[in-house]
């Protein structure tokens, strides 16, 4: 069965550290997300990416964060200096074409640690 | 107020009972509503999608919509211990396909 696949499944860094969480969706999809989730928390979104671009981010977003689709592949998200609230667990997710489904495939997630 | 609120639980349940999980939203504007499943550190696993008021029912599990109240539930037959996980509400606008999620119900089906 097709996946989402992320890495690193566990990171550890200093307060202002630069990130990259690395996910490959499914081969066939064409919308991607990144959510997060602090421990104990809800799952919240932070932005969504459609033909090269971002369709929409949350307020969580901040410049702080980017995203990259660096080829076709791989979809990347950044935490350019790292501070101790962005420890979350960072989910990937996926959906086809059909943007109308709420099929969307989730990876295992990232998690941050941020010290 | 919450754009949705699920009650986080945690409930505990015996094999074999009848499990109810609920959310209720505020944002009319929701339209499309999903359960997913979380086994611990994991990811959501999408369960049920409906987008209609109304019953939709597959296997165990029934997911139940209703607009006018706003209020969906996620009802589990035959619960099993395997289905202990956290059960996430979540919903999306007509427009734009980002979800919104619950906090999370954590359940538990004792052998």
């Known amino acids: 069965e097709p996946e989402v696949t992320q890495t690193p499944s566990h990171q550890v860094t200093q307060m202002g550290q630069e990130v990259i969480l690395r996910c490959v969706p499914i081969s066939n999809h064409l919308y991607f997300y990144w959510y997060r989730q602090i421990l104990g928390q809800k799952v919240e979104f932070l932005v969504s990416?459609?033909?090269?671009?971002?369709?929409?981010k949350s307020e969580i977003f901040d410049d702080q964060f980017s995203v990259e689709r660096p080829d076709g592949s791989n979809f990347t998200l950044k935490i350019r200096s790292t501070k101790l609230e962005d420890s979350a667990m960072y989910f990937c997710a996926s959906l086809s074409r059909g943007a109308n489904t709420g099929e969307l495939f989730f990876g295992e997630g990232s998690r941050l640690t941020v010290l | 107020q919450k754009e949705v609120e699920q009650d986080p639980g945690p409930l505990s349940v015996p094999e074999g009972a009848i499990v109810s999980l609920n959310c209720t939203y505020s944002?009319?504007?929701?339209?499309?509503f999903m359960w997913y499943r979380q086994y611990s550190r994991k990811g959501p696993e999408l369960l049920m999608y409906t987008y209609s008021s109304g019953n939709k029912e597959d296997g165990r599990f029934t997911a139940q919509v209703d607009k006018s109240s706003k209020y969906i539930s996620l009802f589990i037959r035959d619960s099993q211990p395997s289905d202990s996980a956290t059960y996430l509400c979540?919903?999306?606008?007509?427009?734009?396909?980002?979800?919104?999620f619950g906090e999370g119900t954590q359940l538990t089906v004792n052998p």
């Open positions: 944002n009319s504007a929701f339209q499309y």
């Open positions: 990416f459609y033909n090269n671009e971002i369709s929409e």
């Open positions: 979540a919903m999306r606008e007509t427009s734009g396909s980002r979800l919104t």
